[in-house]
């Protein structure tokens, strides 16, 4: 995307620019010389910003000089060993959320009504939290991958309150472990079985909605060479798949249960593979029937490298990756480890962000230190909601997009947000710009906007400006009232609003 498209893709008008900041970066960025903001390539970026990009949610003051110290193979290592990291900061920041967070769905859902918010906030605050502090980083994309892969939403039904257990108990665990683990774990999560109809399937009327969507969505792909007499084989296998809460269950909590009464107990034919009746086990055989099939192991790695290398990645790429996970079981990390040490990911394109995670970056890049926990949720909610990516909230099984044509046409509320975060206007939380000052001066910057701002062009856009882009953003912190700490802030937001900061 040029700066023109860019430009053209926020509306940019009398009506839709109010703010006099906006107006201004608008000015700023349509004055510049063409082919200026434009994201990192493979000649221009160094590799520790691009792992920085690719394996975490954005650039901080301290992962900006950590990887640098341990170097950019180093930090791969690291992130591929998440259960070696502490993460003691981000456990404390989580404490607001945790009396709800730990709690079953179930009981959840026997609340009031109005509880529903709270529960949804606590979701979306505790994801935002970890993707900001976290020091686990290429674990939190796994569970965002997952997240998405296996998607529920929090607006159909009781999903809002079973969530809270499908986060905890399958998504979060079974992460980085094998896909067959977190696929039986999804297919026993009470949330998964309510929102795709299997908890009311039985024998006499096999419900064929997650039979279809965990063939479709989960496993083989809509072209994965499955037919319809699978999709109702596949059905009859997990009737009975159901769950139990309220006054039938222990504590009131609603957990899996097996109804055996409600199971066909006939022989099933799935893929060519014949499933003599062995009650629950069927289920689990439909499980390991797809999770062991070669086109489940290209959808899977399709979607891992769309994540962490290209809206379209290579043929040969998704081979070699399918061929890890054939090798390996479904191991997770021998497939991540595959990604990363192929050429196709250290000479990636720019990929264009998820607007959760540019929302993120943004707020990593100015070191947000969040105080207030309820009005910093409500404080992202309503940006999030205008792009379109509040966690959880996708309508459809199939998961948020992660290719940037989606993206693409909706960027105002994505600037408007960066401006909002470099004026430290976001609620409930303060901008950390003691910490970018100690940046500069751990690398020797002088304290002017000029190699200031040069500065933060390195580290946000993980490439030095050009000349074009200095001067352009150097006049644009000049001709801000204020001191030159005010100057270089304003400096800083054009960076983030720009085009070149809207790619990873």
Not at 55 to 76: C, E, M, N, W
Not at 289 to 307: C, H, Q, W
Request: hydrophobic content about 40%; proline content about 5%.
């Amino acid at each position: 995307m040029n700066r023109r498209d860019f430009l053209k893709g926020l509306g940019i008008g009398a009506v839709a620019l109010v703010a006099v900041n906006a107006g201004a970066i608008e000015q700023a960025l349509s004055a510049a010389p063409a082919g200026a903001f434009q994201p990192a390539v493979t000649a221009t970026r160094d590799d520790v910003a691009h792992v920085i990009a690719r394996l975490s949610f954005g650039v901080t003051p301290d992962l900006y000089a950590h990887v640098r110290q341990i170097g950019a193979k180093a930090f791969i290592e690291e992130q591929l060993s998440p259960d070696n990291l502490t993460d003691a900061d981000m456990t404390n920041r989580l404490q607001t959320y945790m009396p709800i967070l730990s709690q079953n769905g179930g009981v959840l859902a026997q609340s009031e009504n109005k509880m529903r918010k709270v529960i949804a906030g606590a979701l979306i605050g505790s994801t935002t939290t970890r993707a900001l502090y976290s020091e686990k980083q290429l674990y939190e994309r796994m569970v965002q991958l997952f997240s998405d892969h296996f998607s529920l939403y929090i607006g159909k039904g009781n999903v809002v309150f079973l969530k809270v257990d499908d986060d905890r108990d399958t998504i979060r665990p079974n992460a980085m472990t094998t896909f067959r683990t977190i696929l039986g774990a999804s297919a026993h999560s009470p949330a998964m079985l309510v929102y795709l109809d299997n908890a009311k399937s039985e024998k006499s009327h096999p419900n064929e909605n997650y039979a279809r969507e965990l063939m479709e969505l989960h496993t083989l792909s809509v072209n994965g060479g499955y037919t319809e007499t699978d999709v109702k084989e596949v059905a009859r296998a997990f009737t009975g798949w159901s769950i139990v809460g309220g006054k039938q269950s222990q504590n009131g909590e609603t957990v899996f249960k097996f109804r055996k009464m409600l199971h066909d107990t006939g022989s099933k034919v799935v893929l060519g593979t014949t499933i003599p009746n062995n009650g629950e086990a069927d289920g689990d055989k439909v499980l390991d029937i797809l999770a062991a099939n070669p086109s489940t192991a290209k959808f899977v790695s399709t979607k891992m490298l769309r994540k962490f290398v290209s809206d379209n990645p290579a043929d040969a790429l998704v081979q070699s990756c399918a061929d890890a996970y054939l090798s390996s079981n479904g191991d997770i990390r021998t497939v991540l480890r595959t990604i990363f040490n192929s050429d196709d990911f250290w000479n990636a394109p720019p990929k264009f962000k998820q607007p959760f995670e540019y929302s993120v970056s943004v707020l990593r890049a100015l070191d947000y230190d969040v105080q207030d926990d309820t009005a910093f949720v409500r404080s992202m909610t309503t940006p999030l909601t205008s792009m379109g990516n509040i966690p959880f909230d996708w309508p459809s099984p199939n998961g948020y997009p992660d290719v940037g044509a989606y993206w693409m046409n909706n960027l105002l509320p994505r600037w408007n947000f960066a401006i909002s975060a470099a004026n430290n206007k976001i609620k409930g939380a303060q901008a950390g710009f003691d910490s970018l000052n100690k940046l500069l001066q751990a690398n020797n910057i002088a304290a002017d906007s000029s190699a200031a701002l040069a500065f933060f062009g390195q580290y946000l856009f993980g490439r030095p400006l050009t000349d074009a882009e200095h001067e352009t953003v150097l006049k644009f912190a000049d001709a801000t009232p204020g001191d030159e700490q005010t100057q270089i802030h304003a400096g800083v937001a054009l960076l983030l609003a720009s085009p070149a900061y809207q790619y990873k």
